[in-house]
């Protein structure tokens, strides 16, 4: 099949083929192929997640392989389901192509999205393939509570021991290697391209009884910040407690930079940030990095060492 | 707000007003502004589809206005969901803006996207917002069979009768008009810029024992062969019986086209097709306009008053 595209095949002939790969998942009432899936939730409750990702603003042809970027795209909608206490179980996917997409490329995409969904227990059980000018890929991925409470960013309480469970600043230190030029340290150009978040990770903060809980997709201060603000407390960060990977120091260094840009600011390796009560015994996986508080004030919502964000050595603020 | 873009407010604010504007739907217990919101669905299972929208092949902003785009991006989806004979209950959307995108009309397609969720009976309860160079909608709308099955496309067995609810060739009619530089019949461009499916008809043709369903997204005779194939039989249109809205039929002669060209081969009315046994009585709405038969030969599912459907008058094929 090298060369030919989708174009050359057409839309329809594509999906068949998208479907074929796919196959029928167990326990799944209706896969692809009919104007809807179904799927059971035994739960009573469904926890849903969209997330849309667009080539040259969330991936570059150059940078990424097809099966990276479909490991991506599953990688960030499943880590948010749980990020509710919850164990993903499906997913649909919404896909723009370029006609001159290769139909290798999609190939070794849905292979990366389902080697992914299928780490995550998660069955590919829908979709819509449509033209369009850049490659968009737009994920829904559902999750079961199996019983338990969802856990929200909005249940921190003053006391509370803040933890993460994940790499932080790695991805980030991937996409600054990918955007000088290079290729290396391949343990941060991989976390860039392959996020593996653990997701149960989520199931087992909440079975720790976690108060709050949420991924971190747009660097720890962001988010931190938000968990925070729905939570009406304040967030004091202990900058060394946080995890720092050696290849994320290193290479922070040699380019001169303090390692904290990333560790505080890089959000794709979509590491885990929970509160606990200052009782809980951590589960496995996650580090104590902070502490909540009384909030302080109007404006500083998250410290870092005691002192408020803006004066933190180094950081660069990541946000759009 | 006028003149305010996309871009000048930023995402993050853009996400905040998207979410004061949707609210806290009543019996979703968790809506819009987690990770994931979670939601009820107490049949024990849950019905899910998607579908994406990109600018300038399913919408152009100069052809309808936003309240319209976000009108059909549900109706497109929420129709899906009816047409698996389930009640459409709640949607996410993905969606990809350009900066330069104008917030009125951020603000006009979210309420004619809620307006169009509200009158299927679903609540909007998650979304993304990203940059992207083109207008891109993905929407994934979710459904409860309320202890129904799901009809399937595939249930359809000779010596049905093949019914109809809504209408055809409207919309096709509408996009005509458009594409000739026209604004009226006012009646065919409405039906192109918002689609009105109905969203309980799929639930009353289970209810009366509908053997298959389907929604007609793509026109009647592709749609039709689909679900023939599926089911293994062959579909037998009786082209007098067909709805012809009068506008369709007065507009098409103007055009010097034979009104089958739209009837058949239009899809963006959203249309339900059905296959009911002999002796059911057809629900409110539902025109019988075909039978179903054993599937003849290996190639011809689907024919028109007894002829294959390449030798039907004016029929122009609309497949992309």
Known sequence: MTGTTVGDLGEIAVVDRIIAATGQAPGVPVGPGDDAAVLACADGRVVVTTDMLVEGRHFRRDWSEPDDIGHKAAAENLADIAAMGATPTALVIALALPPTTPIAWVDAFLAGLLEESARAGAALVGGDLVRGDAITIGVTALGDLGGRPPILRSGARAGDVIAICGALGSAAGGLAVLSRGFRSPRALVEAHRRPRPDYRAGVRASDAGAHALMDVSDGLLLDG????????VSIDFDSASLPRDEAVVTTASAYNLDPLTWVLGGGDDHALLAAFPAEARLPEGFVAVGTAVDAIGSGA?????????????????FRA
Chains 1, 2 share one sequence.
Do not use: P, W
């Open 301 to 317: 919502r998250v410290r870092v060492d005691g002192r408020e964000v803006e004066q933190v050595a180094g950081f660069e603020h």
């Open 225 to 232: 910040e938000r968990m925070a603000r729905a939570s009406g």
